[in-house]
């Protein structure tokens, strides 16, 4: 697939996301069909077929992977050689402009807050991609780190990133997600003492 072929694949795939996530939104998730986000969607039924398999996958959308050459870095020991803040680096990149709109976030927590099946589903997605970088961090630190020690990281990982939403939703726009979730690695520093 060429590159511009997979930038309008990302760019529909994300307008349907925005779409099913805004009409889960307005009219819960049994609320719409499939032929209503197409049609919000502008694209035929069998298009949005060709993307998502059902309403869940469309809501939650293609959940971003790691870019090969940062995973390399990250499992070499780099960029920093300190694994909280490698770990950040690793993770930031997902976090994309469009991702990150405070807009987006607001309304993407209210809908998953008010679908339990949502919630269950998006569980499911963040249990395996911790489980991915539980592996890297394993290869990276070495066996005798151990997967509890690479689940203590991804665990603290969640909570900044659950301060730091906190933080970013209620602060009208004074700074960007990254700076709230900077401000709350500090923060989780001071307090573990390191």
Known sequence: MTRSAT????????????????LADEHGLDGWTMDDLAEAAEVSRRTLFNYFPGKLDAVLGDWPGFE???????RAGGPHHDLVLDLRTLVM??????IADRAWLDCSKRVLLASPRLLTVAHERYEALSAEVVEHILVREGATFGAAGAKVAIALLAALFDAA???????????????????????????LGD
Do not use: N
């Open 68 to 74: 090969d050459e940062m995973l390399a870095e990250f």
């Open 165 to 191: 939403l906190d933080g970013y939703l209620h602060d009208e726009g004074q700074h960007d997600f990254v700076h709230h979730f900077d401000h709350a690695l500090r923060t989780a520093r001071t307090l």
């Open 93 to 98: 990149p997902l976090l994309d402009a469009k």
């Open 7 to 22: 930038k309008d694949r990302a760019a529909t795939s994300w307008r349907i996301t925005r779409c099913a996530m805004r």
